[in-house]
C-alpha cells in the first residue's frame, strides 16, 4: 500500500513538474498554472441552485427562473474574480538562514503586484498544513514565509507549497503548487547536557589551563583594590567573612584544537553533535579554536564567520 502511494506521489510531482515548468526562485503565475475547483459550500450551492431550477421548471414559476440565473450570475462572476486574484502574482523566495537540526527553515517569501488591483485574501499553505494569510497592495508587494521541518543535517530543499485564493466568495477556491530552487544548511543538533571541551583529550595546542582565565571557577582570593565587583564573592561576605575576589580559569595561549580523533568511540552522527556542541561552548567562552576532520583542516580562529565555516563543514562532511 505505502509503495503504491509512493508511485502514485512520483506520477504527481511528474506531472507538475511538466505542467508548471519552474525553474530558478521567481515563478509568475499564469493561466497554466492556477487551478480552480468548486469549494464545499460551492458544492451545496450548486446543489441548491440544481434545486430551484427544478422547481422553476415543474411549476413554471418565472420568479424562480429569475433567481436561478442570478445565482447562476453569481457563482460565475465568482471563478472569474477569484482566478484573477491569483493570476499575474509574483513569487520569489530566497535561502533560509542555516538552522540546527530538529529546527525549521523560515524561507523567506516576496509576493509582487503588478497590477493595480489589490489581491485579498491570498494564503500561503505550509507543507505542514499550516497557513499564512496575507493581502499585496495594488502595485506593490508583500513578504511572508515558509517554515520548513529540518529533521537532518545537510542541505534542505524548501520543496512544494501551495498558494491559494478563497476570496471573495469562498465559492471556489483557485490555487497554485510552487517547487523553487532554494535551499538551507542544516547543522548538526549539538549535544544535550554538559559537554566538558576536549582540554584532557589532546585538543590543546601551546596552552594550559590556568587561573585568570573566563571560563571555569577555580577559586577564592582576598579582595584587592581595583579587582571588578562583578568578581566579588557576595556570599562569603553575607557570612560575615572578609571580602573575597572569585578566580576562574581559562586557557594560557588561548588555542583549542576540537578533532575527529578526540570523539572515538562514537557513533558518526554523535560525534559531528559532539564537535558542535564543543564548537558552541568554544565560541561562547572566548577561545580561539580550529577544527580537524579527515580530509578538512581549519585554522584556529574566532568570531561568527570561524563559527558558521566550521558548522557548515559538519553539516555537509560524509563520514
Known amino acids: 500500500m505505502a ?115 489589490q489581491r485579498v485574501g491570498l494564503e500561503v499553505i505550509h507543507p505542514s498544513d499550516d497557513i499564512q494569510a496575507v493581502d499585496v497592495p495594488a502595485g506593490g508587494e508583500a513578504t511572508a514565509s515558509l517554515a520548513v521541518a529540518a529533521p537532518r543535517r545537510g542541505r534542505l530543499k524548501a520543496g512544494e507549497f501551495r498558494i491559494r485564493s478563497r476570496y471573495p466568495t469562498g465559492l471556489v477556491t483557485a490555487w497554485s503548487w510552487l517547487s523553487l530552487e532554494a535551499e538551507a544548511l542544516v547543522y548538526p543538533a549539538p549535544e544535550a547536557g554538559e559537554v566538558p571541551l576536549p582540554f584532557s583529550a589532546g585538543g590543546t595546542h601551546g596552552g594550559q589551563r590556568t587561573v585568570d582565565g573566563d571560563d571555569d571557577f577555580h577559586s577564592l582570593r582576598r579582595y584587592q583594590p581595583g579587582d571588578s565587583l562583578r568578581q566579588v564573592a557576595w556570599h562569603t561576605v553575607a557570612r560575615g567573612q572578609e571580602l573575597q575576589t572569585k578566580r576562574f580559569a581559562g586557557i594560557a595561549g588561548g588555542i583549542l584544537w576540537l578533532r575527529w580523533a578526540d570523539t572515538d568511540g562514537l557513533a558518526a552522527e554523535h560525534r559531528l553533535s559532539r564537535l558542535c556542541r564543543w564548537i558552541l561552548d568554544a565560541e561562547e567562552a572566548g577561545i580561539r579554536y580550529g577544527l580537524e576532520l579527515p580530509g578538512l583542516h581549519l585554522k584556529p580562529d574566532h568570531g561568527r564567520t570561524h563559527r558558521n565555516r566550521c558548522l557548515s563543514a559538519l553539516a555537509l562532511f560524509q563520514p
Not at 37 to 56: D, E, H, Q
Not at 89 to 105: I, K, S, Y
Open 3 to 117: 509503495a503504491s502511494l509512493g508511485h502514485l506521489d512520483q506520477l504527481r510531482r511528474r506531472w507538475l513538474t511538466r505542467r508548471l515548468a519552474l525553474t530558478g526562485r521567481r515563478a509568475r503565475l499564469h493561466y497554466r498554472r492556477i487551478f480552480i475547483l468548486p469549494s464545499r459550500a460551492g458544492l451545496v450551492f450548486t446543489l441548491m441552485l440544481f434545486g430551484i431550477w427544478l422547481g422553476a421548471v415543474n411549476y413554471n414559476n418565472n420568479m424562480a427562473f429569475l433567481l436561478c440565473f442570478l445565482l447562476i450570475g453569481l457563482g460565475v462572476s465568482a471563478k472569474i474574480h477569484t482566478f484573477r486574484n491569483l493570476l499575474g502574482l509574483e513569487v520569489e523566495m530566497d535561502n533560509a538562514p542555516a538552522v540546527f537540526a530538529g529546527g525549521e527553515a523560515i524561507f523567506p517569501l516576496r509576493l509582487q503586484n503588478g497590477e493595480r488591483r
